[in-house]
């Protein structure tokens, strides 16, 4: 099992930036694939971004080439780096953990980009 803590989200003008913090409450080095999901009022929640125990990533279409996710295991910490950001990045962000078959999240962080 692991707690999720996500932090720095926040109010921010189109093309500005944000880095958001996922902080686990066990060690993330025995944790498959982390990421990082988006819930807009209206619409289902989606991936943006996602890392592997290996250290793989992958992205969602919209968000490539501006979000970079990164991880620091000594931290038991992931991060997710928003850059050139756009209104419809507006969402809570969640961070998600898979061990095993298990999802795990947090509590989500507001991400509101204004134009």
């Known amino acids: 099992q692991v707690q999720l803590v996500e932090s720095g989200g926040g109010l921010v003008q189109a093309g500005g930036s944000l880095k958001l913090s996922c902080a686990a409450s066990?060690?993330?080095?025995?944790?498959?694939?982390m990421g990082w999901y988006r819930q807009a009022p209206g619409k289902q929640r989606e991936l943006v971004a996602a890392i592997t125990r290996g250290g793989s990533t992958n992205y969602a279409d919209s968000v490539k080439g501006r979000f970079a996710i990164s991880r620091d295991n000594a931290k038991n910490t992931v991060y997710l780096q928003m850059n050139s950001l756009k209104p419809e990045d507006t969402a809570v962000y969640y961070c998600n953990a898979v061990l095993g078959i298990m999802h795990y999240w947090g509590q989500g962080t507001q991400v509101t980009v204004s134009s």
């Open positions: 066990r060690t993330i080095f025995s944790i498959n694939a």
